[in-house]
């Protein structure tokens, strides 16, 4: 773990455990109804001062709190084409099965990759540190899983340059190209070509949400 992620990882923990102090309100726009001032946003007073921790210019998460209810958007670091290309897939993937996660939600905040939204009835059923963890973990995991799949599509695009540059042979002579040239010349476009074969496997964050999210 690198010296300025323990920090980052720090503030939002205590931010996250300051913000769960939630408890039932019902509405106060329509009678018998209850539901997350965080999203309605119906009444100011409810509502408490948004809070934004930033790693650095492209990670940041933010914190929304309200008197029963708190969202937590997060901006996952993508420093080329291929890992906003893997991040948006795997995000997706993962909304799609919200339901499976409890706290995700169908849709992210704008201008952030993904979003959770946490209510009094989740804190009601659920220990608030287990959910504090969750969050951290998946902040955790995250890079490094989005690390390990670009690696496998660099990896996997090469053997498939390799192959089909192999008889691939330059105009001006009767050879193929050098692998290096040839993987330079192609191996980005046939990347960027194979991440449309990939299957993401949630198989991990399964595993995660059964440990952390177990009812009370």
């Not at 323990?6 to 408890?23: D, H, K, S």
């Not at 090469?158 to 993987?183: G, T, Y």
């Amino acid at each position: 773990m690198t010296a300025t992620l323990r920090p980052y990882l720090n503030a939002v923990r205590a931010t996250l455990q300051a913000a769960l102090c939630l408890e039932n309100f019902s509405s106060q726009v329509v009678e018998r109804h209850n539901k997350p001032e965080v999203e309605v946003r119906s009444s100011k007073e409810l509502l408490l001062q948004p809070v934004i921790i930033s790693r650095n210019e492209k990670e940041k998460v933010l914190i929304e709190g309200s008197i029963n209810s708190v969202r937590v958007s997060i901006a996952i670091k993508q420093a080329d084409e291929i890992e906003k290309i893997l991040c948006h897939k795997f995000m997706r993937f993962m909304m799609m099965r919200a339901e499976n996660f409890f706290i995700l939600r169908r849709k992210a905040v704008e201008g952030y990759d993904i979003s959770f939204l946490i209510t009094n009835f989740h804190t009601e059923q659920m220990y608030k540190h287990k959910l504090v963890d969750f969050v951290i973990h998946f902040m955790e995991e995250i890079d490094k899983e989005v690390s390990e799949m670009k690696l496998s599509v660099n990896a996997r695009a090469r053997i498939v340059a390799e192959e089909f540059l192999k008889n691939v042979r330059c105009p001006k002579c009767s050879r193929p190209p050098a692998p290096d040239r040839a993987l330079e010349m192609f191996g980005g476009w046939v990347a960027l070509l194979w991440l449309h074969f990939v299957t993401v496997i949630g198989a991990f964050f399964s595993f995660v949400v059964e440990d952390f999210l177990k009812p009370v």
